[in-house]
């Protein structure tokens, strides 16, 4: 399990993976001629040069000769460029030093000295990704763009923000944490902690999830770097002063700290020069060793508390771990090969681990920790599980402990070997739209702590290693009596429910407070009232922002890609073909409608998804089953959901989908493995059926926190629109609480799920309306048809039925609901009603909704308020228009509730407050998602899954370029003039004052 990045929240970020098309080629290096070793290009030195074929690249290691900064580019004929700068960050407290610089950094700089340009520069680019993030101990700014204007304008962005950035102490105390009055400007509110950091991480530790495993990850290494909390913890935070703020990025944010990467095929010397221009101002420096990481001296058991987790079983709430250090993380080859036994341990039902802690159901499911961490300098393994009882601590660790000792004797199954390594090398084929990103982030830990980048990318050659060394006696044996049995350095962690937590932590921030406060004289207080005035007016003043590089609409292509694909029906069924290079893979998407199933089984879906492939069949065990599918497939998925019709918010459909992919000399097996899940699951498979349902509970309670913004807006939005009605049913807190009390009460009945699963397979399995999709090579045509027909026959598919159209009847309800659950922060929406996908209001809707997050909702929620994040998301293909917050805190929800209010009178005099600059930057930001990278899989999809045709886009395309800012504002005016809907996430404590002062009548929702 990697560690716990802590990301700057951007509306970029939150559309990073959404589809993008691929714009033209621009001039690359024809070979590397110039780039050999010893060559040295603008003040670089090649060092290495290196041909990585499995990825079809070129990996060139230069250094630069007066700094040390080190660099690597990645050549590749990819027009996704990516720039990535990293340091080096380890701390020696918990103040969140790194975090916040991280924060403040993209504050304003030298050369661009405007209030947030890293905000301000996300509406004048296309960057199809754009973020910073702090790890445990590195921070690092990524960003890619397809455009070369683009990339040059946002790296020097970049560079300056890191190695030049003003760091203003009113800007920390916005983004850190500040002493001021609840209401800035009265001084008889009371003084109290605000600041973007400190209530992002009080929110990061009311996940549990988030808090078992930074607690965890403090005690197993009890000295240096690891003993903190990088991101910082709330009683630290307010600790931090602004001129530790910026000795720390004197420090650390140094070119002979840094180290930088790009992707793609922009030409090298152009980084090359914009690089060595900024950093060769800088003197070399010599940086301090780190606190050396100490390990645990013997074996150690630390008992911790947390909140109640209301979603959960009480009687079973406990949580644990037994965690070993592991090899040093700079040997790539070790650490590949502890990733792969780790694996060959815990994953899938043939594995030790799953068979003994999973299937056992002793817990719900795996704990947070469990799996490998690679992000510290030192790795560590974990094993544990969740949702146990207090009691069966000391059984868990024996039976972790036991299956250790019973597979050092007996070893591994050589298929289960193969079947491991066969998902390896499938996931070097696939063709990933954000292949060059996901490297650049993922070699950065490596990277700071020594490791080789270029290695890291031979992926080929490890495995062969790993095939060498498992001919020798064995192998993966010795490594498990080396890393866990005779491993001292092991860690029991336990952590149980403590009903006074939430109110300790409330007070212990009280006891903080007030001893802060008793401390400050009348000049003190004086002086943090004026603070707190003249951040607000920085925050309401306007700031030329003239200064900052931008695109024009101009650069936008007029056309939008297009991913032909063909309609060759298999019978009466409709299959869409999409023949294009897949280096060898295929993918393949069946689709049902389930519209009609009977009411009483909706709530079920989602679980019947989850169990197919979790269960035996009748022709094989699940540990069997398991294999097949990890040897010939990259997985089998199923999924439930809902869509609303392009054409009309009054029509919806309920899908099913089964999906897959394989190598194409597994494309027989594969349909084989489809048709064997979808039609002959062993739904008496009673014990398993139970862990699913424990499973499946688990991971949807874990989701809420992570996510809290998006489960609002379904909650605002179920009563808006049919779709949004289903949506929130399959997906939103509505299934949370359903699954929650089916693990609770329903594993003592489990014969009734288990009729309700056969009732869905039945359903699902009659004639009702399908479709297929094949992706694949033009090669592997044949292949698929032969063996689609089998399938389509198995479930026996149908064509479409003249019902399908039909409008369903739905009539809106708009309420306010506060729904409590064990959170510190709030998390809010506010939902309108909207139009369909092809409705000529569509564009100009979803171009306010950029407006309104990026002129006013922004500042409002998220510089005053506090919260992490927050803005206004129009859903196109739902046909909603959703204001929310993230990461709330309780003293800043009646400030958001009036920011929604303001908003909308905003709004609504929109073409007098902006100008044709602001319109150009929203459309902009806008075709940032619409014109997102696409994976191979996703192909003509949009057609298949939404019914949305390329002639669609385009028309809609083609109606944002025109949208003026006058028609915004009409827009607005009779849109945001209707009713709408209200949800917050929220501490019950918090939601009973809440409702109880609020002048409009709100329902207070408990999950218990």
Known sequence: ?????????????????????????????????????????????????????????????????????????????????????????????????????????????????????????????????????????????????????????????????????????????????????????????????????????????????????????????????????????????????????????????????????????????????????????????????????????????VRVTCPPDSLGDPEKQTKMSVSFIANQQVDIFETFAVGILTSLLLDGAAAPMYKALIETNIGSDYAATTGYNQEAKITNVSFGLQGIRSEDVKKVEDIIMRVLQETAQTGFDPK???????????????????????????????????????????????????????????????????????NKSRLVFVMEPDESYNSNLIANEKSRLAEKVQSLTESDKQRIYEEGVKLAESQEMKTDVSCLPTLTIADIPAKGLSYPTEDLPQGSVPVQWRKTATNGV????????????PSHLKLYLPLYASALGSLSTENHTLPVLDEAIRMHTGGISADVSSTASPTSLSSATANFTLSSNCLDKNISSMYHLLGEIASKTSWKDMERLRTVVLTAASDASQGVVQNGHRYAMKAAAAGVTQSMSLTETLSGLTQVGFLGKLARNGVDKIEEVSEKMEEIASFVSSGVSSKAAVISDVSSQEAHKRNLDGLLKTLACQGPAEADSKDQIFTPSFGRTFFALPLSVNFTARTFLGVPYTHPDAPALQLLSSLMTNHFLHREIREKGGAYGGGASYSPLEGTLSLWSYRDPPSGLANTMGAYDRSIEWASGIAKELGQRELDEAKLSVFQGIDAPKNASQEGMTRFRLGVTEEMQQERRERLFAVTLPEIADVANRYLSSQSAFAVLGGKSDGEQFVGQAAESWKLVGFE
């Open 1 to 301: 399990m990697t560690g716990q990045l802590l990301f700057r929240q951007t509306t970029a970020s939150l559309r990073a993976l959404l589809p993008r098309q691929r714009a033209a080629r621009f001039g690359t290096l024809s070979n590397t001629s110039g780039l050999q070793p010893g060559n040295v290009i603008h003040g670089f030195k090649v060092h290495k040069v290196q041909d990585v074929p499995e990825f079809d690249l070129t990996a060139i290691q230069l250094k630069h000769q007066k700094t040390g900064a080190d660099y690597m580019h990645v050549l590749k004929d990819d027009a996704n460029n990516v720039f990535n700068v990293g340091f080096h960050t380890p701390v020696t407290d918990s103040t969140g030093v790194p975090h916040i610089l991280e924060h403040v950094t993209l504050c304003g700089s030298k050369a661009y000295p405007v209030r947030d340009p890293f905000f301000k520069m996300l509406n004048r680019s296309m960057a199809t990704f754009m973020n910073a993030m702090t790890g445990s101990d590195y921070t690092m700014y990524p960003f890619s763009t397809q455009n070369p204007v683009d990339f040059k304008n946002l790296m020097d962005v970049y560079m300056d923000s890191t190695f030049q950035p003003m760091l203003r102490e009113l800007d920390f105390k916005q983004e850190g944490w500040r002493l001021e009055h609840e209401v800035h400007n009265d001084r008889e509110t009371p003084l109290i902690f605000k600041g973007v950091v400190y209530n992002e991480m009080k929110g990061a530790l009311s996940d549990l999830s988030s808090l078992f495993y930074i607690r965890s990850q403090q005690h197993l290494y009890p000295g240096g770097t690891y003993s903190h909390v990088s991101g910082g913890d709330p009683e630290s935070i307010t600790n931090l002063t602004h001129q530790q703020l910026l000795a720390f990025h004197a420090h650390h944010y140094h070119p002979s700290n840094a180290r930088f990467y790009t992707y793609g095929n922009f030409p090298i010397e152009e980084h090359l020069k914009a690089i060595n221009e900024r950093i060769s101002k800088f003197s070399p420096i010599e940086l301090k060793p780190e606190t050396a990481t100490e390990l645990l001296p013997g074996p150690k058991t």
């Open 416 to 486: 289960r070997v193969e079947s491991v390594l066969h998902q390896t090398e499938l996931s070097l084929k696939h063709r990933n739209a954000n292949f060059g990103m996901m490297v650049g982030q993922q070699v950065m830990s490596n990277w700071v702590h020594g490791g080789d980048p270029l290695e890291f990318l031979e992926v080929s050659k490890r495995i062969e290693q790993l095939r060498s060394a498992m001919t020798k006696p064995r192998y993966f044996e010795t490594m498990i009596e080396k890393y866990f049995l005779n």
């Open 586 to 597: 295929s993918y393949v998407t069946l689709d049902k409608r389930i519209d009609n199933i």
